[in-house]
């Protein structure tokens, strides 16, 4: 099937919001952090939100690197 229209993907053919329910930014470690919740007290980063280059370079933080939640889990 072919669509021709002005539209953008977004507006013909809307994203799955069941995966988006479950990331949430939170700060780890004063850095700003999208994150996927796996568990109750684990969470997956999905992306680093920050403006400084040195953070990026921070094993601890990289995109795919698990994080244990020991205060509070997300909400």
């Known amino acids: 099937m072919i669509l021709y229209t002005i539209l953008p993907n977004e507006a013909v053919f809307p994203p799955d919001q069941s995966v988006y329910e479950q990331q949430k930014i939170i700060e780890w470690n ?15 980063v999905v992306q680093v939100l920050s403006t400084d ?4 370079l921070n094993d601890s933080t ?4 698990m994080l244990a939640l020991s205060t509070s889990p997300l909400k």
């Open 30 to 44: 004063g850095v700003q952090l999208l994150v996927e919740r796996t568990s109750l007290t684990e969470c997956r």
């Open 53 to 56: 280059p040195m953070d990026y």
């Open 62 to 65: 990289q995109p795919g690197q």
